[in-house]
Every structure is written in C-alpha cells, then in structure tokens.
C-alpha cells in the first residue's frame, strides 16, 4: 500500500477536492463582485478629484481631497459651481497638467478657487490661519518632496503620531 505523504510530493502541493471546490468558489465569487467593487473603493473621479489631479501633479489621497472639500465649502460657497468651470476650460484645452489651462483661468473667484485647492493640498488647511482646522499634517503635500531628508515638525519624539513610540535608548554614559 503506498504512503499517503510521498516524499515526491509534498502535502502542500497536493490538489483535493475540496480545494477545488473552495478554489472555484472563491473565483466565481470575485467574478460576480468584480463590477461592484468600484463602489467599495473611496470615491477616488468625483469632479473635484478630477480638478485636483490637473492642479497638482502629485499622488492624491481621496479621503484627504473630502476632508478638503468640506473645509472649502464653508470658505468658499461658490466651490460647486467653480469646480466644473474649471473643468470645463481644462477640457476645452485638453489639458492634463495644470500648465496647459491655468492661463486660461479668468482672474477673480474662479482663480482664486484653483489657487485656494492647491494651496489647501500643500499646507494641509483651508487658511494658514492659528486657528485653521487641520486635514492633512504628515501627509500635507509640502512634506513630500523632501520627506527623505527633512523630518516633519512635531513635539513627538520619534515624528508625527509618534506619541507612543518608545524613545531611543541612550548610550552608555562614561564613568569617570
């Protein structure tokens, strides 16, 4: 009678059928779900998603891009009618950097609505004010380009959120 774990085949190799059954199960599941998964996803192409990507050429976090827009919409009333005017002056330039349609932007509260997006990525709040409500801090766009070199302002020892980090032990004092 032969062994049933054959040193020619090990265990982890070995095909059941209920292996097979789970396998297929599990791919028949993620085909039917596929089509709803985008809705699952943080709203990543709303309009002003779209605009932000335009205005500034960086990775985006769309849960931050919320955070921003709630803080703009008290600030700026105007934001959801500016938001696909300037889409729209972007499309007719088929632009898709901020350079091919920014001239193009009429002076007033259209420019000052782009200036006021980008600004708020970069800083991380609506106003650079003491009192300004903070969205983004660590992941504040002006951090990013120097993040390898320049450490994040904070009074936690080991950087931003580092509350409960563990100090650095210290060296050994010499004793005299």
Same mark, same amino acid.
């Given at each position: 009678?032969?062994?049933?774990?054959?040193?020619?085949?090990?265990?982890?190799?070995?095909?059941?059928?209920?292996?097979?059954?789970?396998?297929?199960?599990?791919?028949?599941?993620?085909?039917?779900?596929?089509?709803?998964?985008?809705?699952?996803?943080?709203?990543?192409?709303?309009?002003?998603?779209?605009?932000?990507?335009?205005?500034?050429?960086?990775?985006?976090?769309?849960?931050?891009?919320? &955070? *921003? !827009?709630?803080?703009?919409?008290?600030?700026? =009333?105007?934001?959801?009618?500016?938001?696909? $005017? #300037?889409?729209? /002056?972007?499309?007719?330039?088929?632009? &898709? *950097? !901020?350079?091919?349609?920014?001239?193009?932007? =009429?002076?007033?509260?259209?420019?000052?609505? $782009? #200036?006021?997006? /980008?600004?708020?990525?970069?800083?991380?709040?609506? !106003?650079?004010?003491?009192?300004?409500?903070?969205?983004?801090?660590?992941?504040?766009?002006?951090?990013?380009?120097?993040?390898?070199?320049?450490?994040?302002?904070?009074?936690?020892?080991?950087?931003?959120?580092?509350?409960?980090?563990?100090?650095?032990?210290?060296?050994?004092?010499?004793?005299?």
């Amino acid at each position: 009678m032969p062994a049933r774990d054959r040193d020619d085949s090990p265990s982890m190799f070995n095909l059941s059928r209920r292996k097979v059954i789970i396998g297929g199960t599990l791919l028949a599941g993620s085909l039917a779900a596929g089509p709803a998964l985008p809705a699952l996803l943080p709203e990543a192409d709303t309009p002003f998603m779209q605009l932000s990507k335009l205005l500034i050429p960086h990775q985006l976090d769309a849960e931050i891009g919320k &955070r *921003i !827009v709630a803080a703009l919409t008290t600030l700026r =009333p105007t934001l959801a009618q500016d938001v696909p $005017a #300037l889409l729209a /002056i972007a499309s007719k330039k088929d632009a &898709r *950097i !901020v350079e091919d349609f920014f001239p193009d932007v =009429p002076e007033g509260p259209l420019k000052e609505t $782009a #200036l006021s997006i /980008i600004s708020a990525w970069y800083m991380g709040v609506a !106003v650079d004010a003491p009192d300004a409500q903070v969205f983004a801090y660590e992941n504040a766009l002006m951090y990013q380009p120097t993040r390898d070199v320049m450490t994040i302002p904070s009074y936690a020892k080991s950087g931003p959120n580092g509350w409960n980090a563990d100090a650095p032990p210290l060296t050994d004092m010499p004793k005299f």
